[in-house]
Each structure stands twice: as C-alpha cells, then as structure tokens.
C-alpha cells in the first residue's frame, strides 16, 4: 500500500480520483479485518451444534466461564398456534425450557441438554408447557458460588409478567427453579441481565404494559430483586434490552414492540446501568437496517477485539423455524455500528 501511495503522491490530479477509492480501500480493510479477528460473529440464518442438529436456542444470552462459552436459549418445538381473542398476532409454540451448549471457539457448539426443563400437564406451574418460557440469561455468582438464570415467565397471553430465577451449582444445569416475581411489584416481560466489573447484577425489563424499561439492581446473591431500580426509555415502548458495557458507558440496544415481527433496533447510552439514558439512533447500517436484518436483538457478547450482536431472525408462523443471526458491533468514539456485510 505504501508504494502504490509513493506513486500517486508523484501526481496530484491523480490524488484526487485516488483519494475516495483508497479510502473505501481503507474503510473495507478495517471492516474485514475486524471481522476476520472477532471468532463466531458470522451466524447469518442456521447454526448447528456439533452432532450436526440445528441449535435450538432463541432469546438466547451467553456466559463466559472459566474459558468456555455457555449459550443457553428458549426451546422452540413443535406446532405453532394463534391464541385466540387477542389484539395482537400471539404466535406460540409449547414452551420447551431452556437448552445450554458450550463452545471454546464460538464457532463449534456442543448439546450440553436442557438445563431447565419444563413440566407437562400443570398449568398452574411457571415451567407448564402452556406458558411462555423466554429470553434466559445466566451469571456466576462468586460469592455463593452458584449458576443464577432469570428468565421471563408468562401466560399465554402475556398477562403474568413475571421474572423467574433458577440455580444451580454447574455451568450446564439442571438449574433448580425457586419461583417467579414482579420486582418491586411491577410487570417484567422481554427482560435481559448484566453483570457490572464491580460483581452487582442487573436485571433490565420492559415494564409497565411494555411502555416503559426498567433496571433493578439484584441482591447480592443475584436471586432477589432489591429496592434499588430506575425507570428508563420512559413511554418509549421497547422491548428485547441487550446491555454492555465499554470504557465506563453502559450501552443498551432495544427493538420496538411488534411482536414476532422485526423492526428498526435503537440504542441508548448511560454512565450509570440504573441510567439515566440518552438515546441513540439505530446501530445497524446499511441494507436491512430498517429491520435490524430481519431480527430482533437478544445479546451483546464481548469478545476479543470487539462485541458480537446476538439476534433472532423470528418465523412467526412456525417459531421452530426460527434462526439467528450473529454480527461484529463496534464501539468508535461512543457510537455503535452494526454491519450485515
Ligand atoms: C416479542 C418479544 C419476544 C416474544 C414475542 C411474543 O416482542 O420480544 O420475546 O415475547 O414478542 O409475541
């Protein structure tokens, strides 16, 4: 590259019908560079674990542990249905609990079974397969020394609103359900956690009816909501919440609420998790950014060189068909880039 500069530097003129060409150069070197350094951030439809089965992990987070990754992730199997006598287009599938897979590389997961089952026949139980099981997230408790999943917890028709939380004292489970609550007696849906450097825990949720967040920071054992919460993205209806963190600012990615159907991502930005956040526009650039790819966000997952944006790209009308898609996102100067290509 530099003797290509040294001979254009000989001619001005040239400069000029160099200068965007080199930088597009330029621009696609760093693109492509960056993205061959971040493993795993190239999921872009179907991903199969390592017995060569499809993953089976919607809503999905991940946790880093001792070396390993831990995807664990909502089961989608079976017929989907269309509950009746609702307002809003309420796709369901049986809720099949929570799968785990491990991986070291990002790139080869291994079936590691379901680390929360769920129950058959007792509609009255939060793990019933009639009830809705969604967007699992574990952390490690250093402390206690114990596995901590929080997970939305439903009915049918989204009326129950409820966080649950599970334990277990093994990365891959079987997690030990204790119960389901409303923090600080308030609705928690789409919800998602964080664990801060300074070992507090977060639980983040869309509440009130969806049109608000909130943040409530966990007791120290991470199985109980405290006192401590904030209302955020105050009547701005979003829901799907990935948080992390770079360089002391808390970044958070949210969708809108139109159900299985995808839509524009925004993000939002604080120096506090509890917020306040300033909002941002849509990370996702280029070709199907309106839609954020045909997806819905779930996850960001440090890795080395950067954060890979975790998605589920939603077949509404056979949620077993549901895939995902997995993509580089950078932080530059506080602003967030999401590129498809
Ligand atoms: C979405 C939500 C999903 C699921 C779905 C049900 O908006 O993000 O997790 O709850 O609605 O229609």
Known sequence: MSLMLAKYQINKDNMKHFAFPFAL????FLRTGAIAQVPGTSVDGRLFDTDHRMVNAHGAGVMYHNGVYYLFGEIKKGRTWLVAGQKWEDYRVPAGGVSCYSSKD??????EGIALAPVKGKLENDLDTGRVIERPKVIYNSKTKQFVMWVHIDKKDYSYSQSGVAVSDKPTGPYRYIHSVKPNGQMSRDMTLFQDDDSKAY??????DNNTMQVCLLSDDYLSPTKTYSRILVGRRREAPALFKNKGKYYLITSSCTGWSPNAATYAVAGNPLGPYKEFGNPCKGPGAETTYDAQSTYVLPVKNGYMF???RWNKLDLEKSNYIWLPLTVNNGKLEIHRN
């Open 310 to 312: 975790m998605a589920d």
């Open 25 to 28: 150069c330029i621009a696609m």
């Open 106 to 111: 990002l790139k080869h997961w291994k079936y």
């Open 203 to 208: 639980l983040i949720y869309s509440s009130e």
